[in-house]
């Protein structure tokens, strides 16, 4: 059934003024911290001493140690885009095959790394990986190898740790798209005569290549701007080009060389973002259904790629190998989510378990267990103001994040207008866009205003971080969100205010709890934004993480990381009991109601019709 | 009978809805045009009609959920057309119910009382009374997804008519429910009605809940009314091909005109030699048409048994009990009969058989 779209040109001049009040404050924050620096950042590079040029970056096209750097990045997002899919695809599918319920469990060990900071991960694959780190360790015993492999402060570090941080990410744009697949496809493809496993190549594969595709694009970009990782497990000349923005702009003061940079960087994010938009506007467009692949031919069958005689010949063999996969798949597909789940969660036991270590530097398994590293951490003045700096910018700039981006999502989601797709594309890009670039475009925007290394400051780059979580979980909740109950509610004589109180955000807390805890998250974890603007009296915890990390490796940070730790697993804990608690209300509601007695005191106070 | 009964009638002075000359466009396509029809108060209308007929468009417009492109909606002679949804006091049950998931039953039922400011003693007892009408005095603590499909119907119903609106519009609401479901709830619903004496609008696609619960019936089609009458009415005397094929089953063949004089119009199937005469009253077709389609329903075909090849022959034949249905081969055409089962106990496939028309049963209709 068709919804209130507006058709008469008199509701349409009611509602534009609306809409602009929805986009207008996400728009405001957008360009004053992110577009116009980020404008800035690309007009800077075109600049050296003052004079209008392209030296800067005809310069770096023609440094041959800028195209080393260019091309590790590229092989190092590629092939970490590789493995996470190769890992990914097959946990993704076992999960899209459980029922909702169990997956949600196991979809949780997925998030929480996901939600673990980076730094923290990093951390963890440095006393895994070490010379002797449980690794190596493992490796020695078992007889595998006669010395220590070098695994880490190199590319096979830095490789394993951005993997296992890009993992859940890809895990979680290919489950979605996979869990929507018809199974009784399957069970057709099956009766028609094909086995499990053909079943699967035939079928459940092509169709799944969507997900596929979204899900390589969402990693591979985002691991182009990869900082932490690299610089804390790759090796010393293993240069990333995040890596090198940060050095020149840090270190080196040089500011036209980093913008040059920095614009290059972006200009190949921006057209790889535009290129595949498609894929990243899944979640508003209108049409799902799939570009029209131009006039068919012929008589409908696809041209076999390999000649009859061959393709008979060969027939059997492909029969008798996906019978053999049939057979191997059950075990094959626990095997790899096992692995997988392992991957994911051991760093994070590993963090734990070192945070009662009592040695006083970096051993694993400690030696004796006690909590001096706690009292260490809490007596400690330096990390408490941290910890609480990052905790109120953070906090505060996901209120605000929320209260910016909501408000746009809805009209993203419900309106109609001009430039719906590119004002999304906009809201999501801080998602894809290098970090390390946001941090040069704050740092650019904060200097002439002086709020660099103060928390305004960092309330708005974390704000402005939180708003593509914020925009893509209000888009998703509003799209599930069944709109007859809010066309109900109004036929039942219900102000659109009330609606909006009485059934819409009720229906939306989960989503609005989401939104907020992933915009705190975006923010709290943040590295590469502090690099630039933190300041001696702004000192956010993962810049003194990063700190000690680079000073001496000892389990202070493993404090820090169980600490975050059980906030995370507090957070989903209370979650848990909130909704438990709300059903047991809901049991008494009716008595209440029947006696009476008020079920929420002065919450009734409707319109008359 | 009346024949002119596919003209929009016009309203009589005692409709308590009326729609006047209600257009819905959208963009280019037009959705519903030029549809008026009144419905009396305490009335049970149907709008029957295949998808896209636009008689959802037309509920959703008297809901106030759709602007009418052109054209007057008003209750008891007040315009709705410019009162939002929330103001026009009008209840709803929608197709797949709409029940707030996130509160109880006895809260869903209280929600239109609470918009109403009324008092918490009155909402109480007024939730209990509506819970008691669609005999669900025990559920109003649990949660919508805790009730079956036909419960969740029946709070629906609840929600809809604890406000005692003038009118409650129905969208398809037994729609989701099975076929043994779906006919209790029509003798509940006939039963509910009765009772609270609401006039209520029924949008639905399935033309035998229309015949069987409603009192008038307006059957759309392409966004136009084709025919508004009585179910006897619509059945009777269809006012068109569509109709008559819609509502029921119909023979349709295609006829020339030959002659007519004073009381009948005589016509000649094509491709055969059978000439029918049909009675004036049962002529739906201008004058100056010349190709027709005969009407008449499988029930209104008689056979007998033929020595001539020229006659019907019997493809094949299916046994209902009391009715056998026959399905036939004239000339071109198929000819779908049913007689009772006693007077068709020799027949067999292959067999010629003489067709014969009932004169006061066929119609004649325009040829689309």
């Given at each position: ?6 058709s008469n ?31 800035k ?15 800067n ?32 695809y097959?946990?993704?599918?076992f ?22 900071s ?40 830095a ?14 744009a ?25 079943a ?17 694009t ?53 057209l ?15 049409s799902?259904a799939?570009?029209?692949t ?7 069958l ?5 000649p ?23 075990p ?74 909501a ?104 989503t609005?709890v ?27 915890l ?9 000073l ?27 909704s ?30 | 009978?009346?024949l ?35 419905v ?24 106030g ?24 006091g ?5 197709q797949?119910?709409?029940l ?20 918490r ?5 007024r939730?209990?009374?509506a ?39 129905l ?15 029509q003798?509940?619903?006939?039963q ?7 006039t209520?609008?029924l949008?639905?696609h ?13 059957v ?30 119909s ?20 491709g ?13 077709a ?40 026959v ?14 089962a ?10 010629s058989v003489e067709i ?9 209709y325009?040829a689309?």
């Amino acid at each position: 059934m068709e919804t209130a779209a507006p058709s008469n040109p008199r509701r349409i001049r009611a509602i534009a003024p609306v809409i602009v009040w929805m986009v207008l404050p996400a728009l405001v924050i957008f360009g004053a911290v992110y577009l116009v620096p980020l404008a800035k950042l690309v007009a800077a590079s075109f600049f050296r001493d003052g004079a209008l040029t392209l030296s800067n970056h005809l310069d770096l096209i023609g440094s041959a140690s800028f195209r080393d750097i260019v091309l590790r990045t590229f092989k190092m997002a590629v092939v970490v885009t590789f493995f996470t899919l190769l890992l990914g695809y097959p946990a993704a599918y076992f999960l899209s095959r459980l029922a909702p319920r169990r997956a949600a469990l196991l979809l949780l060990l997925v998030t929480v790394p996901y939600l673990t900071s980076i730094l923290i991960r990093s951390y963890a694959w440095i006393v895994l990986l070490g010379p002797t780190g449980l690794i190596n360790r493992s490796l020695l015993w078992v007889g595998i190898v006669d010395e220590p492999v070098r695994l880490m402060f190199n590319m096979t570090g830095a490789y394993i740790g951005m993997v296992q941080i890009q993992l859940p990410l890809m895990i979680f744009a290919l489950y979605a798209p996979m869990q929507r697949i018809d199974r009784t496809l399957l069970n057709a493809a099956q009766s028609l005569g094909g086995n499990r496993a053909s079943a699967f190549f035939q079928v459940f594969l092509p169709l799944s290549l969507p997900g596929v595709l979204g899900g390589s694009t969402l990693v591979f970009l985002s691991s182009l701007g990869f900082y932490v990782t690299p610089a804390l497990l790759g090796g010393t000349g293993d240069y990333m080009i995040a890596q090198a923005i940060q050095v020149r702009v840090s270190n080196l003061a040089d500011y036209d060389a980093a913008s040059a940079q920095g614009t290059l960087l972006l200009l190949v994010v921006v057209l790889a973002f535009v290129l595949l938009r498609r894929r990243l506007t899944d979640g508003i467009s209108e049409s799902a259904a799939p570009a029209a692949t131009g006039q068919r031919v012929g008589n409908g069958l696809r041209t076999e790629r390999m000649p009859e005689a061959v393709a008979q010949r060969l027939h059997p063999f492909f029969r008798a190998l996906s019978e053999v996969l049939t057979w191997l798949r059950l075990p094959a597909l626990y095997l790899a989510m096992a692995f997988c789940l392992l991957y994911l969660v051991a760093p994070m036991v590993v963090v734990v378990v070192l945070a009662f270590s009592d040695a006083a530097y970096l051993t694993f398994p400690p030696p004796d267990y006690s909590l001096r590293w706690f009292r260490a951490f809490f007596s400690d003045q330096r990390w408490l103001s941290a910890l609480w700096f990052s905790t109120l910018c953070a906090g505060l700039a996901a209120v605000l994040s929320t209260l910016i981006a909501a408000p746009a999502a809805f009209a993203l989601v419900r309106r109609r207008f001009p430039g719906r797709l590119t004002l999304y594309l906009l809201l999501i890009s801080p998602l894809v866009v290098p970090r390390i670039i946001i941090g040069v475009a704050v740092l650019f925007a904060f200097v002439p205003l002086g709020i660099s290394g103060t928390p305004i400051g960092f309330i708005l780059a974390y704000a402005l971080v939180g708003v593509p979580f914020v925009v893509v979980l209000f888009v998703t909740g509003l799209r599930r969100f069944d709109r007859d109950l809010e066309m109900a509610a109004a036929g039942l004589g219900a102000t659109p205010a009330r609606v909006l109180s009485t059934v819409t955000l009720p229906l939306l807390v989960p989503t609005i709890v989401s939104a907020l805890l992933f915009a705190f998250i975006a923010g709290f974890d943040d590295v590469e934004l502090g690099l630039f603007i933190s300041g001696p009296n702004a000192t956010p915890l993962p810049i003194r993480m990063l700190e000690n990390i680079r000073l001496e490796i000892s389990p202070q940070i493993a404090v820090v990381g169980t600490l975050l730790f059980a906030a995370l697993i507090g957070v989903f804990g209370l979650h848990l009991g909130v909704s438990r608690l709300r059903g047991l209300r809901r049991r008494f509601a009716k008595k209440m109601i029947l006696s009476g007695t008020p079920p929420r005191p002065g919450a009734e106070r409707g319109a008359k019709p | 009978m009346t024949l002119d009964t596919h003209q929009p009638t016009p309203a009589p002075a005692e409709d308590y809805l009326k729609v006047t000359g209600f257009s819905k466009f959208y963009g280019e396509t037009c959705a519903v045009r030029d549809v008026s029809l009144g419905v009396r108060e305490g009335e049970l209308l149907a709008l029957l009609g295949p998808s896209g007929s636009g008689k959802s468009t037309l509920l959703m417009a008297i809901a106030g959920f759709e602007a009418p492109s052109s054209g007057d909606i008003t209750i008891a002679g007040r315009s709705l057309v410019e009162l939002p949804p929330h103001r026009r006091g009008i209840g709803m049950v929608f197709q797949r119910y709409a029940l707030f998931p996130h509160m109880t039953v006895a809260e869903n039922i209280a929600y239109p009382l609470r918009r109403r400011n009324m008092a918490r003693r009155e909402i109480a007892q007024r939730v209990q009374e509506a819970l008691e009408l669609v005999r669900l005095d025990a559920f109003g603590a649990r949660l919508p997804t805790q009730l079956s499909g036909g419960q969740q119907q029946r709070v629906a119903l609840a929600r809809a008519l604890v406000f005692q609106p003038g009118l409650l519009l129905l969208d398809e609401p037994l729609g989701a429910l099975d076929r043994k479901l779906r006919q209790e709830m029509q003798t509940e619903l006939k039963q509910i009605h009765q009772r609270v004496g609401t006039t209520m609008i029924l949008v639905t696609h399935d033309q035998e809940e229309a015949l069987s619960l409603a009192d008038r019936i307006a059957v759309l089609d392409g966004g136009r009314i084709q025919q508004f009458g009585t179910p006897a009415e619509l059945y009777d005397s269809p006012a068109n091909a569509f109709v008559a094929d819609f509502i029921g089953e119909s023979n349709l063949i295609p006829a020339k005109r030959m002659g007519a004089d004073g009381t009948s119009v005589s016509v000649k199937l094509n491709g055969t030699d059978i000439v029918v005469s049909v009675p004036q009253a049962n002529i739906c077709a201008a004058p100056s048409d010349d190709s027709l389609l005969l009407g008449a329903r499988p029930e209104d075909i008689a056979l007998s048994p033929s020595a001539s090849e020229t006659g019907a022959v019997v493809v094949q034949t299916n046994y209902l009990g009391a009715m056998l249905n026959v399905l036939l081969e004239l000339g071109p055409y198929q000819i779908r009969a049913r007689i009772p089962a006693r007077l068709g106990t020799g027949l067999t496939a292959g067999q010629s058989v003489e067709i014969g028309f009932t004169p006061e049963a066929s119609r004649l209709y325009t040829a689309t």
